[in-house]
């Protein structure tokens, strides 16, 4: 019920666009949100957008660098990835939360939807 999409190999300073195309729910009473897992560490939230896409949250490794947004007319979530650094290789995972508040940090705790990963590698 979740895809995503877009990951590839880049060069440090690079950009990529993530793409998370959501089914079978209704997009709209959901907060969205970015994990990912680099080779030996856990998986952690990075950045989410709320149900109204009115508050956005990013983690202070990504901040100023990553840009998360919303197309509810395609139901799909993205992540704008710029000046790529090679620590940011990992899988990254797109994620949904059935939320109806003003922020979104929940979803880092509760996850109703999984997408499969996408890899990301970034070469310095």
């Known amino acids: 019920q979740l895809q995503a999409s877009g990951g590839g190999v880049v060069q440090a300073g690079g950009s990529l666009r993530l793409s998370c195309a959501a089914s079978g729910f209704n997009f709209d009473d959901y907060a969205l949100g970015w994990f990912r897992q680099a080779p030996g560490k856990e998986r952690e939230g990075i950045s989410c957008?709320?149900?109204?896409?009115?508050?956005?949250h990013y983690t202070d490794s990504v901040k100023g660098r990553f840009t998360i947004s919303t197309d509810s007319a395609k139901n799909t979530v993205y992540l704008q990835m710029n000046n790529l650094k090679p620590e940011d290789t990992a899988v990254y995972y797109c994620?949904?939360?059935?939320?109806?508040?003003?922020?979104?940090?929940?979803?880092?705790?509760?996850?109703?939807?999984w997408g499969k990963g996408t890899q990301v590698t970034v070469s310095s």
């Open positions: 994620a949904a939360e059935s939320d109806f508040g003003s922020t979104c940090q929940s979803i880092y705790y509760d996850v109703d939807y």
């Open positions: 957008i709320s149900t109204d896409d009115d508050y956005t």
